[in-house]
T-cell receptor
Framework: AQSVTQLGSHVSVSEGALVLLRCNYSSSVPPYLFWYVQYPNQGLQLLLKYTTGATLVKGINGFEAEFKKSETSFHLTKPSAHMSDAAEYFCAVSGRYAGNMLTFGGGTRLMVKP | NAGVMQNPRHLVRRRGQEARLRCSPMKGHSHVYWYRQLPEEGLKFMVYLQKENIIDESGMPKERFSAEFPKEGPSILRIQQVVRGDSAAYFC?????????????FGNGTRLTVT
């Protein structure tokens, strides 16, 4: 069984400030972890993924995330927020050997203030 | 290379009517997943299909909901006798196989409103 918890359904930052979106997961098998972004009235776009290997993963648009097994976390960060980063962000987990079925967190809406 | 295509983008149905949602996967993709997003919530898995086969429907409500992915044509998610609680965004995703690290590609969704 798998689950994902995203702390903070809404996060507000100023333009240029650090973005930190939190994600904790639970998985009975080694996980694959994903971050997706959803802009209004659109589908989900993959930001980055962790499968195996290096635990610090770099994605598109300057985002990165670090897999910390001891903390069961996969937090998403970006050093400097841009207005165009305002969107909803979803963390997701799939279980190794379990195919591509994703379990999503509840999402975090990121707001960027000028 | 066209992405995952879903239609219609918006669908309005009155209670008791049927809703049909269509999904054409990306070219070369033979695996389709349907997810539902209720207002202010994350996406919940509904069903996973390959051509002519339902692989996993553990997330589908037992009644009124059905899905298919025929040999030819798009995948269809069908909701019979819709109720207000069915109002949600329904997303389809596709992948080329069931490789665990092959990310899903999502369509833009169909937003169903039941009046």
């Amino acid at each position: 069984a798998q689950s994902v918890t995203q702390l903070g359904s809404h996060v507000s930052v100023s333009e240029g400030a650090l973005v930190l979106l939190r994600c904790n997961y639970s998985s009975s098998v080694p996980p694959y972890l994903f971050w997706y972004v959803q802009y209004p009235n659109q589908g989900l776009q993959l930001l980055l993924k962790y499968t195996t290997g290096a635990t610090l993963v770099k994605g598109i648009n300057g985002f990165e995330a670090e897999f910390k097994k001891s903390e069961t976390s996969f937090h998403l960060t970006k050093p400097s927020a841009h207005m165009s980063d305002a969107a909803e962000y979803f963390c997701a987990v799939s279980g190794r050997y379990a195919g591509n079925m994703l379990t999503f967190g509840g999402g975090t809406r990121l707001m960027v203030k000028p | 290379n066209a992405g995952v295509m879903q239609n219609p983008r918006h669908l309005v149905r009155r209670r008791g009517q049927e809703a049909r949602l269509r999904c054409s996967p990306m070219k070369g993709h033979s695996h389709v997943y349907w997810y539902r997003q209720l207002p202010e919530e994350g996406l919940k898995f509904m069903v996973y299909l390959q051509k002519e086969n339902i692989i996993d429907e553990s997330g589908m409500p037992k009644e009124r909901f059905s899905a298919e992915f025929p040999k030819e044509g798009p995948s269809i998610l069908r909701i019979q006798q819709v109720v207000r609680g069915d109002s949600a965004a329904y997303f389809c995703a596709s992948s080329p196989g069931q490789f665990e690290n092959s990310p899903l590609h999502f369509g833009n969704g169909t937003r169903l409103t039941v009046t």
